[in-house]
């Protein structure tokens, strides 16, 4: 049977005007917003090819050209769909998307459409297992629900604040109690919308801000003095002067609202693009968010909250849309409005006093001033093994040689389970030689990191302890831990504050070890099989080195991946906690505006 079906939907509304302050209290802030004008339209064009079905062990499953992701909730049929994101200005008005799906099919499915896997966690629990939901495999509509999906968000792309829109078409659905499907060659979208006259962002005076306790200041004019001489705008303001009020009014009920409240200001009466946070979260708050999956009270640590300034509307987004004091819910039915894109460049040196400070501050100061045309700087170490032994890939391998092609200017050097090298002294003898780059896929911990020969149960580990045989200089490396906890910010082992975290002591140490790393405050989950990473820790650990380009600053690489998840994992077809999670639990320990491979 054919037909044609047209959909024409209003969407996301902005409000026009001046300059507004909404409502005191906190579940709004200051909104920003210009007149808008009248645009062409936008279309996208979705080309499929009809569905091919083969029939399997675990059921059917269907393959789509031109539909390359597939539906990732645990226990929902494994359907392909595409995706597409447009980007306009900020300010931007979405008045309205037009969806036009042409000659609609219909065929019988001799099985059930396998269910998708679940996401498995990189922190050693086992689950996973394709168990079809009951709900929706008991149902006689169509699963998904349309066609097409979408939603919107305020964040940055190359430097600049835009709206996204972020476009999910799917060629084909599935009505499981019927044993139907449905499915289309060819879907278009037609988005109509209204444009801000004028750019919202305007002021120009600084690159970065810098925001540390008053016993830091001194220590940190070394590197304020290094930003100036290469062309950063660089301005320290500590964080009496924010709770005082010395540059802005002092809005937000709490001290990382306070913060944040004033990162915000200095968006749009400073200019500022990067945020460098310097202490731990005793020195330097850092929001703790209701998104983690696996624990009593589901809270993780989240600098990303500092990095999400606005809404879609351009509202401040305070991750607690319900104002109930708990940001950033994820549970239990409830959910705050939390966009997820980052509007500011954040990284965190969680130093725990002046020494860490200073060391960390040379470090800098020697990487980009001498790391620049350095042979060892084209190096790439990638480590991992079988993650999940007996399930599937051999996941970390797998991750690797994927994160290998997208660097093609760099010498690979492999330290898995295959190569036959992963092994403490082995990492520290290939580690000492220099690296630019260190991608880890597998497990990790607060204080190191481990992963599985080929199907076998005796893990490999890498303790904390084993850095003190770590000799790089300065030959520092920037590190993706695709793992578990090793950036969990209120871990100390056995309580000593000068042992913390492990992506951290990497950074902190004195004598070599990482420029950066970016890690996982909480456990962290991953999808990877036979085509590469699907989601999760492992789509943000290729996709931070896909971002790489030479002369890059660090942290654009990390918020690039960012918007690649956001904009290409479908939310409502993943699991919108582990969503939500991993990208507030994956945060930088270094320097924003860190000038990648140094300054020529």
């Known amino acids: ?4 079906v047209m959909a024409m939907v209003a969407a996301l509304v902005m409000l026009s005007g001046a300059l507004l302050t909404a ?27 009809p569905p091919e079905l083969h029939v399997g062990e675990e059921g059917t499953v269907v393959w789509v ?105 799917f060629p084909v659905r599935y009505a499981p109690a019927a044993a139907e499907m449905s499915w289309v060659e060819k879907i278009t979208v037609e988005v109509r919308c209204e444009l801000p006259p004028h750019p919202l962002f305007t002021a120009d005076h600084y690159d970065l801000l810098v925001i540390a306790p008053q016993e830091f200041s001194e220590a940190l004019q070394p590197l304020m003095a290094h930003k100036e001489a290469y062309g950063v705008a660089a301005r320290l303001v500590t964080l009496d002067e924010i709770y005082d009020g010395t540059h802005f009014e002092v809005q937000g009920r709490d001290e990382p609202e306070r913060v944040k409240y004033f990162i915000k200001n200095a968006v749009e009466n400073w200019g500022v693009q990067y945020v460098m946070l310097v202490g731990n979260p005793e020195h330097v708050p850092c929001r703790e968010v209701y998104s983690y999956a696996w624990s009593s009270d589901n809270l993780q640590y989240s600098d990303h909250y500092y990095a999400d300034i606005y809404d879609a509307n351009m509202s401040f987004c305070s991750w607690d849309s319900n104002g109930n004091d708990r940001f950033g819910e994820v549970y239990d039915g409830q959910e705050d409005a939390v966009d997820l894109y980052a509007d500011v460049h954040v990284g965190r040196l969680s130093c725990s006093g002046r020494e860490e400070v200073e060391t960390v501050v040379d470090k800098i100061i020697a990487y980009e001033s001498g790391a620049h045309g350095q042979d060892w700087f084209d190096r790439m170490i990638l480590l991992g093994g079988d993650t999940f032994p007996g399930w599937g890939v051999y996941e970390g391998e797998v991750v690797n040689a994927h994160v290998a092609a997208a660097m093609p200017g760099f010498e690979h050097v492999f330290i898995q389970m295959q190569e036959g090298n992963f092994l403490p002294h082995r990492i520290n003898q290939l580690w000492s030689q220099g690296a630019g780059f260190v ?65 951290w002591c990497l950074v902190k140490k004195a004598d070599g070890g990482a420029i950066a790393t970016i890690g996982a405050t909480e456990s962290a989950t991953t999808t990877v099989d036979e085509g590469g990473p699907r989601g999760q820790a492992g789509y943000m650990n290729l996709h931070f080195f896909m971002a790489y380009e030479p002369g890059i600053n660090l942290a654009d690489m990390l918020v690039a991946a960012q918007n690649d998840y956001l904009n290409d994992v479908a939310r409502g077809t993943a699991d919108q906690r582990l969503y939500v999670m991993t990208v507030e639990q994956f945060i930088l320990l270094g320097d924003p505006i860190l000038k990648v491979g140094g300054y020529p």
């Open 1 to 4: 049977m054919k037909h044609v």
């Open 23 to 49: 409502a005191p209290h906190h579940h709004s802030g200051t909104e920003v917003f210009s007149p808008v004008t009248a645009s062409p339209p936008e279309t996208i064009t979705f080309s499929f090819s």
């Open 65 to 169: 050209a031109g539909a390359d992701r597939l539906i990732g909730r645990a226990g929902a049929p494994a359907l392909p769909y595409a995706t597409r994101a447009l980007t306009f200005p900020a300010g931007t008005r979405i008045r309205e998307v037009v969806v036009q799906v042409d000659a609609v099919e219909r065929c019988p499915v001799p099985r059930d459409v396998a269910p998708a896997t679940g996401a498995l966690p990189l922190g050693g629990h086992r689950f996973g297992e394709s168990l079809p939901d009951p709900a929706v495999y008991s149902r006689s509509e169509l699963y998904p629900d349309g066609w097409v999906q979408w939603h919107t968000g305020a964040g940055l792309q190359d430097g600049e604040h835009v709206l996204f829109l972020s476009v999910q078409a």
């Open 439 to 503: 991608s880890y896929s597998g497990h990790g911990f607060e204080y190191g990191f481990g992963t599985y020969p080929h199907d076998s149960r005796w893990m490999i580990a890498y303790y904390t302890p084993y850095l003190l045989a770590m000799r790089n200089g300065e030959k520092l490396s920037i590190v993706f831990f695709d793992a578990c906890l090793t950036a969990k910010l209120d871990y100390y082992m056995l309580g000593l504050e000068d042992v913390p975290c492990f992506a």
